[in-house]
């Protein structure tokens, strides 16, 4: 299937949060109590609807566990959009945020759309972290936020959804650069580049269309 | 005689039946025996001793292991309604392997390998210590909170494919697909939940008897065989796809015929050059930081 831009995000949080069952209820619209312990990074892809644009979602999902962050580190490069995730019913993946973040900033370009994500919000009577301490420390490190229960699917979809529509808004700002991949961007197959992008992006990089539109 | 008397005294305490079940021979040699056993007796005790002291002690291991649950999910023996339930002796496998290996504790990876070991010997302290010759001695340095050998291992069979199957190589590079990125399961997990169980087990019999080579072999008859296949690929999804492709399918569940061709089809492969390989991969590695 065709589409106009390919987003690469990338699932980031300790063990045992959801990860992957928040990436298996958005690709199959499924839940899985007991998943499988990911080992290393899995893969999942979905196509989403911005503004009227297909646009191809590439999801790499990584292993939580500690020793493995040296090995999903190099994933980090090249992703668009971070889902940064904790387990509202487990304070100490609260607490290991920031290391997570500090991680990310490290290792990835510097204007990766980072969605933070307190999942399993269908346990409210476990809740050990409460959501307005999700919503202050998004605020204070510049992160957009929600809570999401992967079980149920509540937020799911509009959690992939708004951080691709997030990464959108900053390409029409321009503040992407498209053409070069190392930003997690990758603009559709026979894309006409000055249909598929918006008007602000099209005024900055109209050095780029000229040479591009050959192609279409 | 002082001697005939005391092969006599041991005659007496000694079984005429061992403990496997066959009739000790007429010039059997009771004393030699039980002076070998007294003190073999002392080993036997030393080891049990350790590994009731290795299911206790700190709970730093525990906290990293929260996640067994997640070992096995489609395995009737591994539920909790079980019984008895695998979990428990998973759990005691690799909480005295955390003890007995602090460097390396409890990485994800480590408990399907203990499952797997678990599910075969049927008993929780030969898991350990098969798992410890695995850990330990055999794979260098997979499961150390840096993974230096396993991404050393990776890079090696990047090199390795290079030289034997450059055509692949080059889809890899011009897609910039990492090999970490399609083989660190093979690793980490040592094919389990990769490969079809009896292909596994026939694995693990080389990879205990010849060591950490084996697993270039298998990945590499993998690749080759198929390499047209994976060359067809035109993205880096479509590569990654393909990888998960050449894991199923008849070629890996004949595990007999897969075995033969795994010591035929890589062609020549000496511990030099795997130990050559390591050496400059890892030099490489450290630079990066």
């Excluded at chain 2, 009896?198 to 298998?218: A, Y």
Aim: with cysteine; hydrophobic share 40%.
């Amino acid at each position: 299937m065709t589409y106009a831009y390919l987003f690469k995000y990338i699932i980031i949080g300790d063990t045992g949060v959801g990860k992957s069952c928040l990436l298996l209820q958005f690709t199959d619209k499924r839940f899985q109590p007991v998943h499988d312990l990911t080992i290393g990074v899995e893969f999942g892809a979905r196509m989403v609807n911005i503004d009227g644009k297909q646009i191809k979602l590439q999801i790499w999902d990584t292993a939580g566990q500690e020793s493995f962050r040296s090995i999903t580190r190099s994933y980090y490069r090249g992703a668009a959009g971070a889902l940064l995730v904790y387990d509202i019913t487990r304070r100490e993946t609260f607490n290991h945020l920031t290391s997570w973040l500090e991680d990310a900033r490290q290792h990835s370009s510097s204007n990766m759309v980072i969605m933070l994500i307190g999942n399993k919000s269908d346990l409210e009577s476990r809740r050990d972290v409460k959501r307005e301490e999700g919503e202050a420390f998004a605020r204070e490190h510049g992160l957009i936020f929600m809570e999401t229960s992967a079980k149920t699917a509540c937020n799911v979809e509009e959690a992939f959804i708004n951080t691709a529509k997030e990464i959108y808004r900053k390409i029409q700002q321009g503040l992407f650069d498209v053409h070069n991949e190392a930003n997690g961007i990758k603009i559709g197959p026979q894309q006409c580049i000055s249909t598929s992008a918006g008007p602000s992006t099209a005024q900055r990089n109209s050095g780029d269309i000229e040479s591009n539109s050959g192609c279409c | 005689m002082e001697s005939a008397e005391r092969g006599q005294a041991a005659r007496d305490r000694v079984p005429r039946i061992d403990p496997y079940g066959f009739e000790r021979p007429e010039d059997f040699d009771y004393a030699a025996y039980e002076e070998f056993f007294s003190t073999y007796l002392v080993i036997l005790t030393r080891r049990a001793i350790k590994w009731s002291k290795l299911l206790k002690g700190s709970n730093s291991i525990q906290k990293s292991m929260t996640d067994m649950n997640r070992t096995f999910p489609d395995n009737v023996k591994f539920r909790k309604s079980a019984d008895p339930c695998l979990q428990k002796t998973l759990y005691n496998v690799l909480l005295a392997y955390g003890h007995h290996n602090r460097g390396v504790g409890y990485c994800q990876g480590m408990n399907f390998i203990a499952g797997y070991l678990i599910l075969i010997t049927k008993n929780e302290e030969e898991s350990f210590w098969l798992l410890d010759a695995l850990v330990g001695r055999i794979l260098p340095d997979y499961y150390s909170p840096e993974m230096l050998g396993l991404k050393t291992d990776q890079e090696v069979l990047g090199e390795l494919v290079r030289t034997k199957l450059p055509a692949v190589a080059a889809l890899m590079d011009g897609h910039g697909v990492l090999w970490t990125l399609v083989v660190s399961r093979w690793f980490i997990c040592l094919f389990v939940d990769i490969l079809p169980v009896e292909t596994v087990l026939r694995i693990w019999d080389c990879l205990f008897n010849e060591g950490s080579k084996i697993i270039f072999r298998v990945a590499l008859t993998l690749i080759k065989q198929h390499q047209a296949f994976i060359l067809e690929a035109t993205s880096f999804a479509d590569i990654c796809e393909k990888f998960k492709e050449i894991t199923k399918g008849s070629f890996v569940t004949e595990c007999h015929t897969f075995m033969q061709k795994i010591f035929s089809e890589p062609g020549s492969l000496s511990m030099t050059t795997i130990a050559r390989l390591r050496e400059s991969c890892r030099a490489k590695l450290l630079a990066q930081g």
